[in-house]
T-cell receptor, first 112, second 116 residues
Framework: KQEVTQIPAALSVPEGENLVLNCSFT??????LQWFSQDPGKGLTSLLL?????REQTSGRLNASLDKSSGRSTLYIAASQPGDSATYLC???????????FGAGTRLFVKA | GAVVSQHPSRVICKSGTSVKIECRSL??????MFWYRQFPKQSLMLMAT???????TYEQGVEKDKFLINHASLTLSTLTVTSAHPEDSSFYIC???WGVGDTEAFFGQGTRLTVV
């Protein structure tokens, strides 16, 4: 059974700081990994999707890496802004059953 | 990306009544749909997987008689919460995939259910 863990659970940083969010998963038989952001009480915003054959994806100030063999992914946020404050969710889609399983998330607060 | 629409976005119902949530894929045929539940300050927990024309497969601990899932067409799945109780109050999100195999899942914007 796939399990997804995110560290840290919460993070508070000053504006402008670069930061890294971590995601680990127990079953390396995945076909993609996705990072989402979520504001309180709102739906999901897709940030980056990495296919299992890829090692990283970039979008603006965001960079996500994937090391499938070790079961790890990181989300790098450069020059953080108060508007980046949200919960960041890592979601892994496994080849067994093709289900998408979510981590518990990292709550990020960027102070102005 | 493809669009998945959920309706309603918010619903309040009385305890003991049933409420139906719709999930539609607007620009693709959704072979498989998934339903998630999210309690406050918690992550999304997969409730069930439904394939068009088949019975849904429920995750362990999810009551199939309470959470009725219908996936009668390739663009629509419904989740009916029967005899709702206040503890069923939650955020429900659906996702949809097309085809068989490693295709991307697209997510709806969620439905906030409050049972009073």
């Amino acid at each position: 059974k796939q399990e997804v863990t995110q560290i840290p659970a919460a993070l508070s940083v000053p504006e402008g700081e670069n930061l890294v969010l971590n995601c680990s998963f127990t079953d390396s038989a995945i076909y993609n990994l996705q990072w989402f952001s979520q504001d309180p009480g709102k739906g999901l915003t897709s940030l980056l999707l990495i296919q299992s054959s890829q090692r990283e994806q970039t979008s603006g100030r965001l960079n996500a890496s994937l090391d499938k063999s070790s079961g790890r992914s990181t989300l790098y946020i450069a020059a953080s802004q108060p508007g980046d404050s949200a919960t960041y969710l890592c979601a892994v889609s496994s080849t067994g059953g093709f289900k998408t399983i979510f981590g518990a998330g990292t709550r990020l607060f960027v102070k102005a | 990306g493809a669009v998945v629409s959920q309706h309603p976005s918010r619903v309040i119902c009385k305890s003991g009544t049933s409420v139906k949530i719709e999930c539609r894929s607007l620009d693709f045929q959704a072979t498989t749909m998934f339903w998630y539940r999210q309690f406050p300050k918690q992550s999304l927990m997969l409730m069930a997987t439904s394939n068009e024309g088949s019975k849904a497969t429920y995750e362990q601990g999810v009551e199939k008689d309470k959470f009725l899932i219908n996936h009668a067409s390739l663009t629509l799945s419904t989740l009916t919460v029967t005899s709702a109780h206040p503890e069923d109050s939650s955020f429900y999100i659906c996702s949809a995939r097309w085809g068989v195999g490693d295709t991307e899942a697209f997510f709806g914007q969620g439905t906030r259910l409050t049972v009073v």
